[in-house]
């Protein structure tokens, strides 16, 4: 209905505008863009690679939250039904796991940590 798909909407950026808010000093964040539920944010750093596969890592083992980080960008599309405080829970994670992550980057980490998980009960985005 146009109710939801308006709600989609305003929520969707409600999400891109709190990664910005999150991110907005990180010297890694480059940009979120897209519409509705489905975005991405895209980041800049030495091993763009490395850095997704390690953020996926430390979200999956410390957080049980699962999201796809690969090549230069966090890919998101939420379901529609998960309720806005949860998924603004979930994005605090991912810029907390993020930050962190950026404190302790090397520019001679290797990226040889691996980001593929396969535990059914994980919580995704």
Request: hydrophobic share 35%; net charge positive; glycine share 8%.
């Amino acid at each position: 209905s146009n109710t939801l798909l308006q709600k989609v909407s305003e929520h969707g950026e409600e999400m891109r505008n709190r990664f910005l808010k999150n991110l907005s000093q990180s010297s890694f964040f480059k940009n979120c863009r897209g519409r509705g539920y489905r975005f991405a944010v895209e980041y800049q750093c030495h091993n763009k690679d490395g850095f997704g596969r390690m953020l996926t890592k430390k979200l999956f083992e410390e957080c049980n939250l699962l999201i796809n980080a690969k090549w230069h960008r966090i890919t998101l599309s939420p379901m529609l039904t998960e309720k806005p405080k949860i998924l603004n829970e979930k994005i605090d994670l991912i810029c907390e796991k993020f930050l962190a992550i950026e404190r302790n980057w090397g520019e001679d980490f290797g990226g040889s940590e691996n980001g593929m998980l396969s535990d059914p009960q994980a919580r995704s985005f």
